[in-house]
């Protein structure tokens, strides 16, 4: 996931050729704010979510993987 930190625009690119991924965002409440498929390299536009901490999971087949992301403005 990069850049990190970013303005509301970042791109998700997995490590491995990975089918049937699913990113979801989540607030610091724990709350999905954000929710999409992805893949490959995906940019994910994220300029509707307000400046700060954000707890990302990206759950394929073959797992879950979970990422912090931070927005700067």
């Not at 707890?55 to 979970?66: A, M, P, Q």
Request: proline letters at 5%.
């Amino acid at each position: 996931i990069y850049p990190n930190p970013n303005n509301g625009s970042f791109v998700i690119e997995p490590q491995n050729t990975l089918y049937n991924v699913h990113c979801t965002v989540y607030d610091v409440n724990g709350e999905a704010v954000l929710s999409q498929p992805i893949n490959g390299k995906t940019s994910i536009d994220a300029s509707s979510l307000n400046e700060g901490v954000y707890n990302i999971s990206l759950i394929s087949d073959e797992g879950v993987v979970n990422k912090r992301l931070v927005i700067v403005r």
